[in-house]
C-alpha cells in the first residue's frame, strides 16, 4: 500500500542515502580530503588490517613506524575508526574506494540515526529534513573536509543513537532501549574520547530535562547503561588507564599560549581583524557557529507560527543547542577554571 510506514521509510532512507553521497562527491571526484593527522589515522589503520590478518585481533603497538622504531599510539586511540576501514577495506582490496565508502556510510548512519531521533515526537516528514540537514550541518562537513577529524567524524555516526535510545527509554523505560543505549555509548567510547566527555554531559543534561516523575524509575536502568558501557569498553581502556603518564598531551608545552582554552573561545572581535595571528582558524570556526545558529532558525519560526506546544522532548533539545553555544563563547570562561 502507498501509505506502508516501512515503504515510506525505506523511501526516507533512500533520500538520505542520496544526500550522504552528494555530500561525498567532492572526494568522489577529487580524491581523499587530508589534514594534519591523515597519515597517522591510516597507520593505524594499516596496523589493524595487518595485525587482524595475522591472527592478532587487537594489536597495541606498530613496529613498522617511527624509522622501525615504532609505535604504541594505537594503544591509546580509540580503535573503533581503524577497525571499520580496515573492514572496508577487507572488502574491497583497496584503502581509496575503501575510505569513501566508509565515510559515505558515516554520512548515512549518522543522517539515518537524526531521522530516528527526530522520530520519537515528529512527524516523518519533519524527521526527513532533521536527517537530511544532519547530514549536510557546517561543522560536520568540516570534520572531514577541512581539518579530516577522522576519528571525531565517525563518532558523528554514533552520537545520535545515544541521544535516540535515551530519549525512548526516559519516555518508555523499557530495557530494550535502555540495552540499545548502552551498546551506542560503547561504540562511542571506542570512537572518540573528546565527544565522549562532551557527549556524556550533554545526554546528562538532556536526561535531565526529560525526566518524568512518574518516570524516575528509570534513572537506575541509566546507571546500568553507563555502568555496562564502562564494563564492555574495559578491554580498551583498562590497557592505558596506568600507562597515563606515557601521554605528553597534558605538558604546559601543549597547553599553553595558543593551545590554552582561554584562546580558543568563539565570537571574539579580533578574529575578523587578526587573520595571519590565528594559528586556529577560529574565524572559520565563527563562521560555522553563526551557520549553524542559522540553520535553526528557520525551525524556531516555523514552532512559533504553528504555535507548538513546548514538548519535553523540545525543551530538552533546544537546552543542548543553548548550552553548546554558550560553552563555545567567553561568557562561560567561568566553567573552564
Known sequence: MPNDPL????????????????????????????????????????????????????????????????DYGLRFYPPLTYYVLAAANAFVQDWYIASLLAFTLVFFIGGIGVYLWARVERERPQALIAGMLYVFAPYHLNE?????????????????????????????SRWSDVAALSIAYSLLILTHLPLTIICSLAMGIYALFLLRRSNLVVIPKLVAAVLSSVVMTSFYWSRWLTELDWIMHSSP????????????????????????????????ADILLVSTVLVVIPTVVY???????????????????GLAVFMTTPLSSFGWY
Open 303 to 321: 514552532l512559533v507560527r504553528k504555535k507548538e506546544p513546548l514538548t519535553k522532548f523540545l525543551g530538552a533539545s533546544s537546552v543542548v543547542l
Open 144 to 172: 572531514i573536509y577541512n581539518n579530516f577529524l577522522l576519528a571525531e567524524f565517525f563518532a558523528t555516526a554514533i552520537i545520535p543513537f545515544c541521544f535516540l535510545y535515551l530519549a525512548r527509554a526516559c519516555r518508555d
Open 7 to 70: 515503504r515510506q521509510n525505506l523511501g526516507h532512507f533512500a533520500l538520505i542515502m542520496l544526500f550522504s553521497i552528494i555530500a561525498m562527491s567532492p572526494a568522489y571526484f577529487y580524491g581523499v580530503p587530508s589534514g594534519n593527522d591523515q597519515a597517522q589515522h591510516y597507520q593505524f589503520a594499516s596496523t589493524v588490517y595487518r595485525s587482524v590478518q595475522s591472527g592478532h585481533l587487537y594489536p597495541s603497538f606498530a613496529a613498522e613506524t617511527n624509522h622501525g622504531f615504532g
Open 253 to 284: 608545552k601543549y597547553f599553553g599560549t595558543t593551545w590554552d582554552y582561554r584562546t580558543n573561545f568563539l565570537l571574539l572581535p579580533d578574529h575578523f581583524l587578526r587573520f595571519g595571528e590565528d594559528a586556529l582558524n577560529l574565524w572559520f
